[in-house]
């Protein structure tokens, strides 16, 4: 070897696995800081909320209980600006991902405080044992028994039910109920911006995946909410790994098409309407970005494609093929004949629901008048927004999907309730109205995103080159918008936390809204026998 002999390969690559090993853990610890703030955050609220000493049957303790709700919103929202004022000056990316994370956790924290205030002095879930409240409660007994409940429902929750209430509530079915619900209320929030942080940038998975779950959070029954929260992004994930399997590579796209069929099969296993109403829109979906893979890539990128898309569905179901074989073999012989307040009204209003306790909306008229024939503003919006999106990304995967969806529940919806005369039967499909608005919300914010992308393209181009006063400048504009974002979404979250945590505060039977469903845990005898400590009199019904 002479003098001039040099080694520099074995240095250099060793210096790069070393920063790319260093990149990688960053990313995981970041990751999973953005899961653990966020989680925290919705389980902040619920405790305080637990702290609150009032009287739930009262309307004044009930003003102000959500009043002292909002009160430690408000410092926890601040709590996290100021987190995120300090976190960017060293990380700028990881602190706009936690702070967004923290408020998707405080935006349903306030609905759940809600629930811990109304349902305060008693041991049941709301509704008592009545209803589905009444049946969930049941199948989990058969759970733990080794008995059995209907094949066609989803088996998800009432084996979680059972396993809650045996490992944490020494075989308490109702307060196991209770809590877990409240958990899943909390919850939503970081599950939506968790699911939707798999195809954007923090804050918008704050601004569009949260954002879209507000009308959906449902205090009485809120797991069905949480598979479709679930269900519209995971999906969309898969479009674009089935599209980029080819670059991606084998393993890496395989890995990620299992992933994927897992979440699904979970969603699938907790709630299966949301799929029934998409199916015919997935396959379509799945069929053109097929054939439009063939095209552009060709045969090889078409087999990879269909391969990631294979592994998927082997997945899902391993996982939860047995329950969709009862499923299917239920679908001809189930018939649904509960006819309640949204099967007699328009078919076409889909921009809110009254239930099976409608309240005011019997006597004010429903649907509301709308001022463009008929049609209110709101979903004039939305509909802007479905066609802004299919403009402006039309070959997107989360536009595909959600479209895709949104046609599927309409061209359901209007199948069966066209023949709700001749058949006498619901079908349940009223409930597209959730996946509809929840869709179409969520097409009119990714509209913005991709407009506000389209314009910061067109602003600056890759060749600029910005001084260090202008970067300064950049820098502190950016915590601007970031620090306006949280402030107004937080603000946001809290207000609808706080109207539907209201819907829900105990109120007479014969007001005939959502109070009922809390009035009747605080007058239906416990299960050890005792009154709830806020039974009306003193007394409880059997």
Known sequence: MTGSARWPAPTTVGHDLRRAGTRSVRRTAVALAEVAVSVIAAAALVALGRLLRLNPVQRTDQVSGLAAIQLRLLLLLAATVLLYLVLSRAWPGAAVRISAAAVAGLATGVTAAGSVVALRGTDWPLYANLGDAGNLQRWAYAVIDGGAFPKEYPPGFPHLLADTARILFDGDVPKAMKWLMIAFVAFTGPIAYLAWRL?????????????????????????????????????????????????????????????????????????????????????????????????????????????????????????????????????????DTYFYFDTSTDPSYFAMWGGSFPGPQRTVGWPPLGELGGVGLFSIVLVTGLGAALALGSRRPAVLTLAACTASAFLLRYWYASHMARDQAVQL????????????????????????????????????????????????????????ALCAMGLLFGMAGSATANAYMPQEPGAGTNGQLSWTSHNVRMPDGTCPKYAEGGRCAS
């Open 199 to 335: 195809l954007l940038p923090p804050l918008w998975a704050l601004g569009i995946g949260v954002t879209s779950t507000l009308p959906l959070v449902d205090p009485y029954k809120a797991y069905p909410a949480v598979s479709l929260i679930v269900l519209i992004p995971v999906l969309a994930k898969l479009v674009e790994v089935v599209q980029r399997s080819s670059e991606l590579g084998r393993k890496r796209a395989l890995a990620m098409g299992g992933g994927l069929g897992g979440l699904l099969a979970a969603a699938f296993l907790l709630y299966a309407g949301w799929f029934v109403w998409s199916s015919v829109g997935v396959v379509v979906l799945f069929a053109v970005v097929l054939v439009r893979l063939g095209r552009s890539g060709g045969r090889r990128a078409l087999a990879e494609g269909l391969l990631v898309l294979g592994t998927a569905a082997g997945v899902f179901l391993v996982l939860a093929g047995s329950y969709l074989a009862n499923l299917l073999a239920a679908g001809g012989t189930t018939k």
């Open 429 to 484: 499909y009223p409930r597209t109205s959730a996946q509809i608005l929840y869709c179409l919300i969520a097409l009119t914010g990714t509209a913005v995103f991709l407009a506000c992308r389209r314009l910061h393209g067109r602003g600056r181009t890759d060749g600029d080159a910005l001084p260090a006063a202008d970067l300064r400048q950049d820098g502190h504009r950016t915590r601007a918008v970031v620090v306006g």
